[in-house]
């Protein structure tokens, strides 16, 4: 059966829901498909808070933002994108904050501010810290006030095109019945998120984040940039890679080494902070956060996540005890190139989010730059996917339709247990891929990938059932990381000079 509309939206965080209240807002009938729940997509998991030039709590600048972006991206970024992003962010936390987002607020009702690494001023604007959280389901309220068609655990297979290489449609797995679904549209916009599960538990990312969307859309020909930039987060809680979020260090936490001592400054940006600890680690030291100093009244009512986390994975009270620290893959600044209409370079696809890459982060995202770009960039891929949309809904062409990705999938035999492969993928790539390369990690860690490429038909799925397959999900999703990880590592191979997160010795 073929599912119709204008625009296609694949991913329901926070990215894919912005952008699809804008294409609706445009006119285009607009759909959105999840391979879980809008509510659970990552977007919920972001703590610290959202950047935006307000000057509420101390002087501060639109120039100073962009300055901050800059020196952080490592000359990597695209100063207009950069531009255009710090410039719209106020415009972004006015409407978030019209449509009902209950930011934490100062003693005079303003929006409160607290400063995030490598910020100059308290400039992230936050909901004690569970901003994401409040974001995203307050978009989505949105979103179901205007009957947007949102449909969950239908997974992106492959994205499809007509006969002239113009993106149509999708190809999508419906997990709860098994059935395969083809949804035409007239424009596609991929929101699905970034990649750091390639990382498996050495990341701080929801399970989701595979790079699905942009393993598809490689294999539909679009171009991929900068890959290899995978951001370390500097304080993940040490056994389970739990966040503890930058916001603790913003409100004065130290870090400390195992013989009590400061080694580093801790509001510096995450690629050097990280670098620094991995440094201490190396030397035989255990890193903790202190924050017992800030006291139960401030951590209850700015961190009380942070607290709740620290208890609940490390078994720590951080009212009265160090917190047990390490980095772990964060945030991946890689993914498909874009323009500054968020199109990629196939016709008829567009892509917004962490699976996008705008140029706005450079070597090294600043914290609190995403929430603001996943609204931004949100909204520019939903206004100019419709507008496209709309002007070419007429055009008369066929869908390609062809065996490919899935049906390959489906030949597997099950000799060899993915999941462990897939653990040791994470591992391997937090030790070769990780904080602090040299080349030849990076060649031993590629020439391991390609071999367990060529084994996959081996590795296949156990469960042979077709209602709720989750064995099968898991496989495609592990079928996808390895694509992805093949794109990191030769990319990191051919930068040979180290920038921002891509620090090679
Ligand atoms: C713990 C944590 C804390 C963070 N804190 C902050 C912060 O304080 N400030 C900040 O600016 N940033 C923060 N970030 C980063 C930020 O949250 C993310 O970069 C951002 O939310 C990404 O949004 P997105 O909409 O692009 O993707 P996501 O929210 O990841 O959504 C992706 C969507 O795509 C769907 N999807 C994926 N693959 C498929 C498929 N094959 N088929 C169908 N659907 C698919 C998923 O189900 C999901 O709905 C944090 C991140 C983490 C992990």
Redesign the pocket.
């Given at each position: 059966m073929n599912y119709k509309s204008d625009v296609l939206i694949?991913?329901?965080?926070?990215?894919?829901l912005t952008a699809a209240l804008h294409a609706k807002e445009s006119g285009a009938s607009v759909r959105v498909?999840?391979?879980?729940y809008?509510t659970r997509?990552?977007?919920c998991?972001?703590?610290?808070?959202?950047n935006a030039a307000l000057a509420n709590v101390s002087e501060d600048s639109v120039e100073a933002h962009i300055a901050n972006t800059l020196k952080s991206a490592h000359g990597e970024a695209d100063e207009e994108a950069v531009r255009f992003m710090c410039s719209e962010a106020i415009n972004a936390v006015e409407w978030l904050d019209s449509i009902g987002v209950c930011f934490s607020r100062t003693a005079d009702s303003k929006i409160a501010q607290r400063t995030l690494g490598g910020a100059s001023a308290p400039r992230a604007c936050y909901a004690q810290d569970y901003?994401?959280l409040k974001i995203l389901h307050t978009i989505y309220d949105r979103c179901l006030s205007q009957d947007i068609e949102i449909l969950n655990e239908?997974?992106?297979l492959d994205i499809l095109k007509d006969e002239s290489g113009v993106v149509k449609g999708a190809k999508v797995l419906d997990i709860r019945s098994g059935d395969i679904e083809i949804y035409e549209a007239s424009a596609v916009i991929l929101?699905?998120?970034?990649y750091s599960r390639i990382y498996d538990k050495n990341s701080?990312?929801?399970t989701?984040?595979?790079g699905?969307?942009i393993a598809a859309a490689s294999r539909a020909g679009a171009k991929l940039i900068d890959m290899e930039f995978v951001q370390f987060h500097p304080t993940a809680l040490k056994n389970s890679s739990i966040?503890i979020?930058e916001s603790a260090r913003g409100e004065g936490g130290y870090l400390l080494n195992s013989k009590g001592k400061r080694f580093t400054n801790e509001l510096a940006p995450r690629d050097v902070v990280s670098r620094a600890i991995n440094d201490e680690i190396n030397k035989g030291e255990e890193i903790f956060l202190d924050i017992r100093h800030l006291g139960e009244e401030l951590i209850n009512e700015g961190l009380p996540q942070e607290r709740k986390l620290a208890k609940l994975y490390e078994n720590v009270d951080p009212v009265h005890e160090l917190i047990p620290v390490r980095p772990v893959a964060?945030?991946t600044m890689g993914g498909i190139e874009v323009d500054n209409k968020s199109k990629t370079s196939l016709d008829g696809l567009y892509a917004c989010?962490?699976?996008a890459n705008h140029r706005v982060h450079g070597a090294n995202r600043l914290?609190?730059?995403?929430?603001?770009e996943?609204v931004v960039f949100g909204k520019e891929a939903g206004l100019n996917a419709a507008k496209y949309a709309l002007e070419t809904k007429n055009a008369q062409s066929e869908l390609v339709l062809e065996d490919g990705f899935f049906e390959e999938i489906k030949e597997c035999k099950n000799e060899i247990d993915f999941y462990a492969k897939r653990e040791h993928v994470g591992n391997m790539f937090y030790k070769d891929v990780g904080i602090v390369r040299t080349q030849e990690q990076l060649k031993s860690a590629l020439l391991e990938v390609k071999e367990l490429q060529a084994s996959l038909n081996l590795m296949g799925v156990s469960d042979k059932s077709k209602v709720y397959n989750t064995n099968l999900v898991e496989f495609i999703e592990f079928k996808n990381m390895l694509e992805v990880c093949e794109q990191v590592v030769s990319s990191a191979i051919k930068r040979e000079v180290s920038c921002g997160a891509h620090y090679i010795v």
């Open positions: 694949i991913g329901a965080g926070g990215a894919g498909l999840t391979k879980e809008p997509s990552q977007t998991m972001a703590q610290g808070g959202m901003t994401g239908k997974y992106l929101a699905s998120g970034g701080t990312n929801s989701a984040s595979t699905d969307g966040l979020s964060h945030y989010g962490e699976c914290g609190g730059n995403s929430l603001l996943i």
